[in-house]
Structures are given as C-alpha cells and as structure tokens.
C-alpha cells in the first residue's frame, strides 16, 4: 500500500486519494493511500490547481484490485456512460489581469492537462460539455454565469447539476475557490 504524508504537498494541492479494492480472499482493502497522482500546480496561472483523483470508461467493470485508471485517460471529456471525477482550484479572476498573465501559456498548459475540455472553451471561459455534471463547492466562493448572462453565486456547500448547458465559472473573490465535479458522459438531446 502506498501511503505519503499529505503534508508533504504543496498547500493548494494537498488533497489525499483513498483507493479500495481487494485482497486474494476477496476481502475489502485500501490498495492506495496518497497525493492525487494525476495532479498540476499551473505555472501560467498560480493557483489554478487541476486534480483526476478518478475515471471510468462506458461498460467497464469494477477493478477489483483498485487498479488506477486515470494514467490511461486521454480525454477528460468522458464519452456516453463514462465518469471523470476532477477537482480545480480557482484562483480570483483578478490573476488574469495581472501583466504577468500569459494567455497562450495557460491555454498551451489546459490542452495539455485537460484535453476534450479545453478544446471546447471559449475565450472568454464559456463551455459546454456533452455531460451531466455533480458539482459541488468544498471550499470559497464563486458564481456560475449561463449563457444568458444570468449569473448565481455559489459558497461552500452548495451543488450544482449541470444538463450539458453553456457555462462559465468566475471567481470574483479575492480567495481561491476549489470545487470537485463528477461528468458523467451523455447523448446528448437535440
């Protein structure tokens, strides 16, 4: 079992993954116990921190042996009947108004680290996924603005599904906001 000390991490990535599977008899186990391995600290936009603690892919079996899967992942984008559970960390909008802010290097790093997803991004951070989205906010505040401009605020706490409809997350706070999502992957109606 491997086992690291969370505090080990960084602050923005400490998060621990817990896996359980199970042993030769058959008995329940926890085979992995640890940082999130598929994990990035960007460096175009400190702060923004992006986590697959897990996937599935449409008809696959339970890994009785916990087996991680997320290194096999090549879309986060979950086709129909697949799963992507993705935790991020916002930082404020403010960040990319900074000088400093490098566009093209933070779309260059999102391509890399969240392909399917951040080829259906926007400019101004508007998406629409082919999926239903579990969303709920573990730490801060933040708004959810639809494409009709409509806007809601969000704090720690609350959930949100999504039904494959166009949206964008703003954190106009000045403290960074992490959220965890679950996308299940779905035809999508119309």
């Given at each position: 079992m491997d086992r690291a000390d969370p505090t080990d991490l960084n602050e923005e990535?400490?998060?621990?993954?817990?896996?359980?599977?199970h042993d030769e008899n058959g008995r329940s186990v926890v085979v992995s116990d640890g940082p999130i391995p598929r994990s990035r600290d960007f460096t175009s936009l400190p702060g923004w921190v992006s986590r697959l603690p897990w996937a599935t892919?449409?008809?696959e079996r339970v890994s009785r042996t916990g087996e991680d899967p997320t290194p096999k992942i090549t879309s986060l984008l979950p086709a129909p009947g697949g799963?992507?559970?993705?935790v991020l960390t916002f930082p404020p909008d403010t960040a990319m108004a900074d000088p400093a802010f490098d566009p093209v290097a933070f779309d260059r790093e999102q391509r890399a680290d969240s392909p399917?997803?951040?080829?259906?991004?926007?400019?101004?951070?508007?998406?629409?996924?082919p999926t239903v989205d579990y969303g709920i906010v573990l730490q801060g505040d933040i708004v959810l603005e639809?494409?009709?401009?409509?806007?809601?605020?969000?704090?720690?706490?609350?959930?949100?599904?999504?039904?494959a409809t166009r949206h964008s997350w703003r954190n106009r706070s000045d403290q960074p906001v992490?959220?965890?999502?679950v996308l299940v992957g779905a035809e999508r109606d119309g």
């Open positions: 990535s400490r998060m621990r993954r817990v896996v359980t599977g892919e449409p008809g799963t992507r559970f993705i399917g997803i951040a080829d259906l991004m926007e400019p101004d951070g508007m998406h629409t996924t639809l494409d009709d401009g409509h806007r809601t605020p969000l704090s720690a706490g609350d959930i949100v599904i999504q039904n992490t959220m965890a999502f």
